[in-house]
């Protein structure tokens, strides 16, 4: 079973889709298999020439921060650059998640239309944490969420949430023999 599934983190100066992105982590994995593979993609944007939306209060938020997180603030990359990247590296057909079923993939989807690049996954590939950890919570109870290393981090945040899908996914579904 080859992984295809990516578990992307943003990190971003607001909460709509028209947000500027400060950094992208991404992380291949499989689930099934309860893998969490070396295969990572990571950028900090120039989030203010972005051409997209700055909320003050998170630009607020984001000055007061953990300083390991904040210096994502620092980013050089170019968003289109990191777009055409970010879909050469995805492996193929692959599913896509993101940590809320209405923030990471819509962010990415709003930035690829607003450039005109062609989004690099399918629809009906979109995966969303929330709703396993819902699933998960329903049928055994809390999860113990732990740290993954700096919080607001996206490379960071990418692959704890990544672990603990597959975490989560052995206790309900098993794994991949």
């Given at each position: 079973?080859?992984?295809n599934h990516?578990?992307?983190?943003?990190e971003?100066m607001?909460?709509?889709?028209?947000?500027?992105?400060?950094?992208?982590?991404?992380?291949?994995?499989?689930?099934?298999?309860?893998?969490?593979?070396?295969?990572?993609?990571?950028?900090?944007?120039?989030?203010?020439?972005?051409?997209?939306?700055?909320?003050?209060?998170?630009?607020t938020?984001?000055?007061?921060?953990?300083?390991?997180a904040?210096?994502?603030?620092?980013?050089?990359?170019?968003?289109?650059v990191?777009?055409?990247?970010?879909?050469?590296?995805?492996?193929?057909?692959?599913?896509v998640?993101?940590?809320?079923?209405?923030?990471?993939?819509?962010m990415?989807?709003d930035?690829?239309?607003?450039?005109?690049?062609?989004?690099?996954?399918?629809?009906?590939?979109?995966?969303?944490?929330?709703t396993?950890?819902d699933?998960y919570?329903?049928?055994?109870?809390?999860?113990?969420?732990k740290?993954?290393?700096?919080?607001?981090?996206?490379?960071?945040?990418?692959k704890?949430?990544a672990?603990?899908?597959?975490?989560?996914?052995?206790?309900?579904v098993?794994?991949?023999?």
């Open positions: 079973m080859k992984p990516v578990m992307i983190d943003l971003t607001g909460t709509t889709p028209a947000s500027a992105i400060v950094s992208i982590g991404a992380v291949v994995f499989e689930p099934r298999a309860n893998i969490v593979t070396s295969k990572t993609f990571y950028a900090e944007l120039d989030w203010v020439e972005q051409g997209r939306k700055i909320c003050p209060a998170t630009q938020w984001w000055e007061n921060g953990n300083p390991i904040k210096a994502a603030l620092n980013g050089l990359d170019d968003l289109k990191t777009l055409e990247e970010l879909a050469v590296w995805l492996p193929r057909d692959c599913k998640w993101g940590n809320g079923a209405t923030f990471d993939i819509s990415l989807e930035a690829y239309r607003q450039l005109d690049l062609e989004i690099p996954w399918r629809f009906w590939n979109i995966r969303d944490c929330r396993v950890k699933l919570e329903s049928a055994r109870g809390g999860y113990e969420k740290s993954g290393g700096t919080l607001h981090h996206a490379m960071d945040d990418a704890f949430q672990q603990y899908i597959c975490d989560m996914w052995k206790n309900l098993g794994s991949a023999k």
